[in-house]
């Protein structure tokens, strides 16, 4: 699995998360792209590379319609973090995403779409309509 940690994130968590899996590519959005970068454009970008998803806890981009249009044309998988997540701090969020990656990268070989992550590893993924 190639995963971008959205700039929303820390990039602690894609600097923390890599080591754990070398078997995955795990990147900070701020270090495969300038800081500034708009999402539609990063969002490109992945689907022309092909292969990735991205962690975010940005909900807007499926309501600001030039984001929503970019989400549906792409390929890109896309996690997401709500509710309870948005409390955590880095290294909390951290240890409970070592739990999830082996299923992340389960589930973006099997699907395109759009993902909100349980907390627990135990609970299912649910998806999104496009």
Known sequence: MKLLVDNNLSFAL???LQPLFPEHEIVALRDKFAQNTPDVDWIGALNKEGGWSALTGERRLKTRPHERLALDR???VFFFLT???LKYSVPETAWRLIRLVPIMATQ????????DLPINATSKLRQHGR
Do not use: I, K, Q, R
Request: net charge negative.
């Open 83 to 85: 509710g309870p997540w």
């Open 74 to 76: 792409s390929n890109v």
């Open 108 to 115: 973006a070989g099997l699907a395109e779409g759009l993902f």
């Open 14 to 16: 894609a600097h923390s």
